[in-house]
């Protein structure tokens, strides 16, 4: 496949990276300078403008940071082949769907997420294994066309990610939970530990460390996160106090019993049909039950999820 | 030096082999026949009753779980040398204190705290190098005699951790913040994310792991820590609630900055003369600058701080 990564930096460089050791033709761009020089530098074929880059594409991933992502969409609306299938690599759907409508992309823009990424940022830390066996959403609207989408799933699974069927309304409020208020936790336990003074901070050791290791993300990141996903991060945030207003040895019970249920063990499912009529809905299924696709093939989606 | 170590689960079966290996002759006990067991396995001389264990020690290690600790203080009280200094490892020092005054220890009892643990318990996880580089706490009180206090401050940098002197009260307060509201806001992490079903928990990644990780601590032990620093825990749980109130992207921004210079770097600091007659105030004042000891001799204390 001719692909086009659009942004290379932590998810864009890790993924043009292992496109390409797959043996598609990736073309790759980054408005910074910098970035497409290190890119460049490591054997990835850097275009020399943003049109030459999807200018023959069949696949566009727009990798590019959440608040640049809806002007990434417009630009590429009238630069890509009109066949080319576009996708992004935000961690907020509704957004970017608001976006592809405007840019009259409806039918040929499938929202995703890899569910992959690290605290730092940038095409330094980018690495080709980076995908292998995260969860990579992949967004079915009710006006989503199926043919890109089971192309999509295809790339992602061949390259070693559980591909997660989901609505862009249901993955936003799941990842709110899991993803978003992470930010919020590890910064307030930063906050509340730099209150105790230098006593607490010399102290603090593993639970303080892993606690606290996301509020290294740069903070620009996380606020346009926040922003784009401000109702359901606001509910998990205001679910969470509540929670710490509660029974704190019921809560520590609690806890413990999800951690240690997490992640769950893994069985294999009923094989989906791709040419049955219900095909969207059994998707949704998969996902909402917390399985995924893991091969895609012209006759069979295979299947898995908790046992 | 002879050393009992009392309690041979993660920290005391640590202690006892780190000792051992540095040359100390070590007797263990514990009151569960398999730890017994698993420790004599290991090479760890383990005694045959608790009075035996102690009869001839200079110093005994209380490394019982903080439900057990005031038991073991009056009992040990009763079977160790007169000389023998006590010390302990739990994780809160309030309590510990009021169970020492009781047992008519004044002077020989010297709380500790190593600030090193694991998600895990039981001997099984023990591991001698648990302590390189870890904080621990040695508690200086009023009534707290210096000669056995720096005596185990040597004991312990002699195996690679850093002594942090502390009173009690600002110990239990710092702790609150950086080691027992972790806890809390791993298993409220755990419990949002369950709350969002299936599709949540299979989205869950990287922060989610890590912000729960210490919720895979023993309930048991957790709510005792809980239980025996209760007002210092609230008051932290209290000022997270308030800062999960407040502007996200301030808090945000706020917690990067924090995270981003912590752990501070490390500079020497001017070394303390043991016989200083303003030494308690000297070592308690280094503890308060997030500094402490690293080596301790005869005549000279060397110091470590924040650079």
Redesign the interface.
Known sequence: MNLAVVGLGLIGGSLALRLADAGHRVRGWDTDRGTRTAAGSTGIDVAPDLGDAVAAADVVVLAVPLAALSGAIADVAGLAPADAVLTDAGSVKGPAYAAARRAGLEGRFVGGHP????EFAGFAAAEPTLFDG??W?LVLEPDTVLAPWLRLAGLFTDIGARV?P?TAA??D???A???H????????????????????????????R??????????EL??AM?RDN?AA?DA??A???H???GD??E??????A???A???SIADRSPLNPSDPGLREQLLAV??????LWRVADDRLSVQ??A
Chains 1, 2 share one sequence.
């Open positions: 569910m992959a990424g690290k995260a969860a959403v997660v989901s249901e993955h409020a799941a990842v939970r899991i993803s208020l992470p930010h919020f936790l590890a910064a307030a336990l930063a906050a509340v530990g730099s209150s105790g003074g230098p006593l607490a901070l010399s102290l603090a050791a593993g639970s303080f892993d606690g606290t290791r996301v509020a290294g993300t740069p903070p996380s606020v926040y401000a991060v998990a945030v679910e969470t106090r929670l710490l207003t704190p040895a809560l520590l019970r609690k806890g413990h999800v951690r240690s997490w992640p769950a996902g909402r039950e917390g399985g995924w999820g908790p």
